[in-house]
């Protein structure tokens, strides 16, 4: 059987919308859903009214993963499959569908649904008329349209996230890129010790030479992250730190112990010319 419906919807969205397996079980007509069936296999039961009779069946609707044929709203093509018993006798039914999604601009701009299907059924439906049966499939086509239409204005699919490839993503400005940061900091370090180098008072260790770039590293490394503030105040580290300068009570500190040993050295050389004295 062969038949074509239309949905008022862009191929993308209802593409999207046949994807839901819970979704495409609840459009279809006289289908009363299970609360604790798996999201991805529906299960429940399907009444399906040939002719002057309903038949009740029990079972469950999977669906395939869609094949796109090209980009934007090109065609589309998936599959659905559903298996079921008869709930009141011994008959089983089996049905594939293919859909084939396209774009539609009559009556108006949506997706015409192209739908070939097969059918295998033993028990009441394959003692029904194929008149009958074609008529039913019809009428329950063009219904499940109607039913996924009012059912994408009530719950819209989420659309995703554009998908961006590895040249289309944002750059981060230069300020953020941590390199330019300990470009910036290692100029800033020699400019201090330029500025070092000029006044007096300063003085360095040729002893630390060998140990000043594992220093300056370090210096760099804890330096990065702060502000541009805290950097031009930081004081310099390494080589370029400065040596402090001499307490200024130095010179009385000396001289407070230089007295007492001049007065010790002279109370000795005149006790030994009195010796000397004495003997002569």
Request: net charge negative; with cysteine.
């Amino acid at each position: 059987m062969e038949h074509e419906v239309y949905v008022p919807f862009p191929v993308r969205t209802v593409r999207q919308a046949l994807t839901d397996p819970e979704r495409v079980a609840r459009c279809v007509p006289g289908v009363q859903l299970d609360a604790d069936a798996a999201p991805h296999r529906p299960e429940g039961r399907l009444r399906l009214r040939i002719g002057s009779s309903t038949i009740t069946y029990r079972g469950s609707l999977t669906v395939g993963e869609p094949a796109d044929g090209g980009p934007g709203d090109a065609a589309a093509e998936l599959t659905v499959e559903a298996k079921g018993t008869e709930s009141v006798g011994d008959g089983a039914v089996a049905a594939t569908l293919t859909v084939r999604l396209s774009p539609a601009t009559d009556p108006g701009p949506g997706t015409t649904l192209a739908c070939a299907g097969t059918v295998h059924s033993d028990g009441r439906l394959a003692e029904a008329p194929d008149r009958s049966a074609e008529a039913a499939g019809r009428r329950l086509l063009d219904r499940f349209a109607e039913n996924l239409a009012d059912d994408l204005r009530q719950r819209p699919v989420a659309e995703g996230p554009a998908r961006t490839g590895v040249f289309d993503a944002e750059v981060p400005p230069p300020s953020l890129d941590p390199l330019s940061d300990e470009d910036a900091i290692e100029e800033a370090d020699l400019a201090d010790a330029g500025d070092a180098a000029e006044e007096p008072g300063f003085a360095y260790d040729d002893d630390l030479d060998e140990v000043a770039p594992a220093e300056a590293a370090h210096a760099r490394r804890t330096m990065i992250g702060r502000s541009a503030e805290e950097v031009d105040h930081a004081p310099p580290r390494g080589r370029y730190a400065p040596v402090p300068a001499p307490e200024p009570n130095a010179t009385s500190l000396t001289l407070r112990w230089a007295a007492p040993a001049a007065a010790v050295v002279l109370a000795s050389a005149v006790v030994v010319s009195r010796v000397l004295r004495r003997r002569r």
